[in-house]
């Protein structure tokens, strides 16, 4: 019900569908309501997959990007779509990377780590 609702709120004019719904799931997900037995865990990374590929992948993507780079990132891309501007440079304006740079990234983090 909170994805669903965040989508009320997000009333983006344009949008990119893969990260609209990778930041409803990361909202649920940080709600403090995410029950992983009911919903299923946040897709963590695997080769092969690329962060358009659904919203526990975008989720956990995004996830990674706001607590390893700029707690910001998902507050600032939502108010860019909100506001009908987003686009692509606005991860390099947040995190210093491109968002395939981050994927890049993301994938060496979850390779050597747990997360």
Not at 41 to 50: K, N, S
Not at 64 to 87: F, G, M, Q, S
């Amino acid at each position: 019900m909170i994805h669903e609702l965040t989508h009320s709120a997000q009333h983006y004019p344009n949008y990119p569908v893969w990260l609209t719904e990778g930041i409803a799931e990361y909202g649920y997900y940080i709600s403090g309501y995410y029950d992983e037995q009911t919903c299923g865990a946040l897709e963590p990374y695997r080769e092969g997959l690329h962060y358009t590929d659904g919203y526990r992948i975008t989720a956990n993507f995004l996830k990674y990007v706001v607590e390893c780079h700029n707690k910001d990132t998902v507050t600032i891309l939502n108010e860019c779509l909100k506001h009908d501007v987003y686009y692509a440079d606005i991860w390099e304006y947040c995190t210093g990377y491109t968002v395939d740079e981050l994927w890049e990234l993301y994938a060496i983090y979850s390779e050597n780590s747990i997360y």
